[in-house]
């Protein structure tokens, strides 16, 4: 299991029995959609998810996901619109739709309103509804041009392409989603709308205030993330490819293009990234996907995504745990044919002059050549883990650490099996030897490469310097 599949948990995965099938299935990371529901509902996933991680073994990680500035339209009491291509319509807040005839829609946000200029596109409903602005009556009110035929109900999520929106990332609901979220025990926060660094540190700075920090996600989802995407990965801890608000942001032809740009400057940054939205999108009503489905998932593995996401798959659909077998399946004869006919061995890391990118890349090579079982690595941090994962080893890669907390993150990082290390051993290379014999993954005369820190004398801790060929 080198991909990673993420599940997110819903009305159709939220008992006990059918978020134990989704972990047999092969997911490990759990995401929490805090966009729906109460802390009492959060807290019940949470105990299922920690009572099924010490009834299996398995790392299982939870990812808060906060809603994030999501624009919805009003409702000023008209219902349903029906709208015809080329129809023309008016954008405005509820005060000035008093008294109009014409068909309108509502948004009481006056800066955006006031923002409009003619040629900006507006997109509805998940981009199934396009309008081109033609012009303006006042400050409150814009003038538009459908572009495509479709409805418009109230109270639904609206897009501006291309437009930077002055409402900040992190809202006052996500504080507080934060704070329940960090009191329940998650592991990692994927951010929504995120358009620059200085959004992931605001979001950094309001976990110190609540007393910890936890590995952040950026989800991008806006063209100005996609163009800040080197600065954001710097601040950030991985990035999500969220493909739908993404895709309204930009012309779809572009889309895939910015999914490999994406997923490229994370693998060269060492840094976990996740392909999200519609992924098995059939599987929702069908039991099984479309074929250009699992062709779009299996690109994106070899593209070089760490996870891979299953959204209302899992959250909504008839079929959740044939979704997660189904998703698994198509990760292993994709990765079977990575590495038959793709590379002869390992990447190279960027950055190698760095002494612990070079030896995680020798490390690899290492094991490429002697044909060993696995990679073990002891990281405090994870880091380590996570630079072996970017070279993308044959190999799996045991990350021991102590910390629950790092191994649960390594989670997010391709090829990685977090495990706890043995207490009794006293340095990072005893313990992965030790650990090595004691564990039923390795028969007796097999090879794994170890890498660890080993420290001097009186030396509390290290950098990785030291890789081992270790036979059991």
Not at 316 to 343: N, T
Not at 378 to 390: D, E, I, K, N, P
Request: proline share 6%.
């Amino acid at each position: 299991m080198h991909t990673k599949i993420i599940a997110t948990l819903g009305p159709a995965s939220q008992d006990i029995e059918t978020i134990r099938e989704l972990v047999d299935a092969g997911a490990r990371i759990f995401r929490l959609n805090f966009s729906h529901g109460d802390e009492r509902h959060f807290a019940e996933l949470v105990a299922a998810i920690r009572g099924l991680e010490a009834e299996t073994g398995h790392t299982l990680t939870l990812l808060q996901d906060l809603s994030g500035p999501k624009i919805r339209t009003g409702d000023v009491g008209r219902g349903t619109l029906e709208i015809a291509k080329g129809a023309e319509v008016l954008l405005g807040t509820s005060d000035a739709a008093l008294g109009r005839e014409e068909p309108f829609i509502c948004l009481d946000i006056p800066e955006i309103v006031k923002g409009l200029k003619v040629g900006d596109v507006v997109a509805l409903s998940d981009g199934m509804l396009r309008f081109s602005v033609t012009g303006r009556q006042g400050d409150q009110v814009a003038v538009m041009v459908a572009e495509t035929a479709g409805i418009a109900p109230p109270r639904k999520g609206i897009a501006f392409p291309g437009k930077t929106t002055l409402l900040d990332a992190l809202t006052k609901k996500d504080k507080q989603d934060l704070k329940i979220g960090m009191g329940l025990g998650v592991d990692a926060v994927a951010m929504s709308y995120v358009q620059k660094p200085e959004d992931i540190a605001d979001l950094k700075s309001e976990m110190r205030y609540l007393g910890k920090t936890l590995p952040i996600i950026a989800k991008l989802e806006r063209r100005n993330a996609f163009n800040n995407l080197l600065r954001i990965l710097e601040e950030s801890d991985g990035v999500m490819v969220a493909r739908g608000d993404l895709g309204l942001e930009c012309d779809l032809s572009e889309l895939p293009a910015m999914q490999k740009r994406i997923i490229g400057a994370c693998n060269a940054a060492g840094k976990p990234v996740i392909v999200a939205t519609q992924m098995l999108l059939s599987m929702v009503t069908s039991p099984v996907p479309t074929r250009a489905e699992t062709t779009d998932v299996a690109n994106a593995i070899l593209d070089g995504a760490d996870c891979i996401m299953l959204s209302e798959e899992t959250a909504i659909g008839k079929y959740p745990g044939k979704a997660v077998r189904f998703m698994r399946k198509i990760a292993d004869q994709a990765e079977d044919f990575l590495f038959e006919d793709l590379r002869p061995g390992p990447h190279a890391p960027g950055g190698q002059e760095h002494p612990a990118k070079f030896l995680a890349y020798a490390a690899c090579l290492l094991a490429e050549k002697t044909r060993s079982k696995a990679l073990v690595c002891h990281s405090v941090s994870g880091a380590t883990a996570r630079t072996l994962s970017a070279c993308r080893p044959r190999q799996p890669i045991y990350a021991l650490s102590p910390d629950g907390k790092v191994r649960r993150f390594t989670n997010f990082s391709w090829g990685v099996i977090p495990a706890a290390p043995p207490e009794a051993a006293d340095s990072h290379l005893d313990r992965a030897e030790e650990f090595v014999r004691l564990s039923p993954a390795f028969a007796d005369q097999d090879t794994v490469v170890i890498t660890a820190g080993q420290p001097k004398r009186d030396q509390a801790y290290t950098r990785t310097n030291v890789v081992k060929v270790y036979e059991k």
